[in-house]
């Protein structure tokens, strides 16, 4: 078995697999409110071949943690079986998903039996109108049962995500939390990243980690978390001294890249070693070539080799990703 290792000592043991860059939502820091020209199909990586990128990475290069992302994952007809795949691989991995909760009521317990530990659940606000501005359409009632169901069914802790966009739900921090902790859900607020579609963001309209902050210091005290935070992208705080937490995934104002133990597949099966890299390595097309898993293990560490000290943000020359959040995959 070989690491995953870049040329700065990072080893990436975290695997994201985007499944589709399909959605059913059109949140707007996402995508324009007529959705975008889908992937076609052949372009998609089958179950087979998505199953098989995964266990190599398993089995020959040391990843320990798979989750699967989007788009949005459960629009995937093969989810369920994909998952029960990958539970059974040896050795065994830590298997989430990341997902806009419609559809968990319904699914939360085959992926529960499948094998899958847990969710992530992204909901921006517990407003129903402020929820139908944000994602253009009228779900909030959906993504409520779908966390409830994954409770449920044990894929716990069930986590939330949430960004917070000037002028729409900037003010609704305390609400969310407070909503969250009434539930025993963890909430993460995530800055805004320059992912969207439109190519709209800036750093001047991002609501800051300062400024989730100083929102929640006006009900909560937050204090450090005594756990260290390790490679995880969320910092983590005490709520009223706890046990409950909040974090906060800091990833433009405060960038953690120099832990990151992260690489992505895409569901066209292109390896992308950061979330903001322009450029991508294909496997697909080696894959669909006859080569063998020995080779694509190899071209998988070549890719992984080039990885950046960081995504440049800050640097003048920052240019965004082409590929919009939507099909690289969280």
């Keep these: 078995m070989q690491p995953l290792v870049d040329r700065y000592g990072r080893v990436a043991t975290d695997l994201r697999v985007s499944l589709t860059d399909r959605c059913n939502l059109r949140c707007s820091y996402c995508m324009p409110a007529e959705g975008l020209d889908w992937m076609p199909g052949d372009d998609q990586l089958t179950d087979d071949e998505v199953v098989r990128l995964i266990a190599i990475a398993v089995g020959r290069l040391g990843v320990r943690e798979v989750r699967f992302t989007g788009g949005e994952p459960l629009v995937r007809r093969g989810l369920v079986d994909i998952v029960r795949r990958t539970s059974a691989l040896d050795p ?170 992260r690489v992505r597949l895409t569901a066209d099966g292109q390896v992308r070693n950061c979330l903001f890299a322009r450029q991508e390595s294909d496997l697909r097309a080696a894959l669909r070539a006859g080569a063998s898993d020995e080779d694509l293990a190899g071209r998988w560490l070549v890719a992984m080799a080039g990885k950046a000290a960081g995504h440049g943000i800050d640097d003048p020359t920052f240019l965004q990703p082409d590929r919009p959040m939507s099909a690289i995959g969280g």
């Excluded at 806009?100 to 909901?123: M, P």
């Excluded at 902790?181 to 300062?210: C, K, N």
């Design 92 to 261: 065994g991995v830590e298997l989430s998903i990341t997902t806009n909760g419609i559809g968990l009521a319904r699914t939360a317990g085959a992926l529960a039996e499948a094998g899958l530990d847990r969710v992530n659940v992204s909901l921006d606000t517990v407003r129903p109108d402020t929820f139908r501005e944000i994602t253009r359409r009228d779900r909030f009632d959906d993504v409520v049962a779908g966390l409830a169901a994954a409770e449920v069914a044990g894929l716990g802790p069930v986590k939330v995500n949430a960004v917070l966009l000037r002028g729409l739900n900037d003010d609704q921090a305390p609400e969310l939390l407070r909503w969250c902790l009434d539930r025993g859900y963890q909430l993460r607020f995530i800055e805004q990243m320059p992912l969207d579609a439109q190519h709209g963001w800036s750093r001047e309209g991002m609501v800051t980690a300062d400024e989730i902050f100083d929102h929640l210091d006006r009900e909560f005290t937050l204090s450090p978390a005594s756990e260290p935070r390790g490679s995880a992208p969320a910092e983590l705080f005490l709520v009223d001294g706890g046990p409950a937490t909040v974090g906060v995934i800091a990833s433009v104002t405060r960038p953690f890249c120099g832990d990151c133990d």
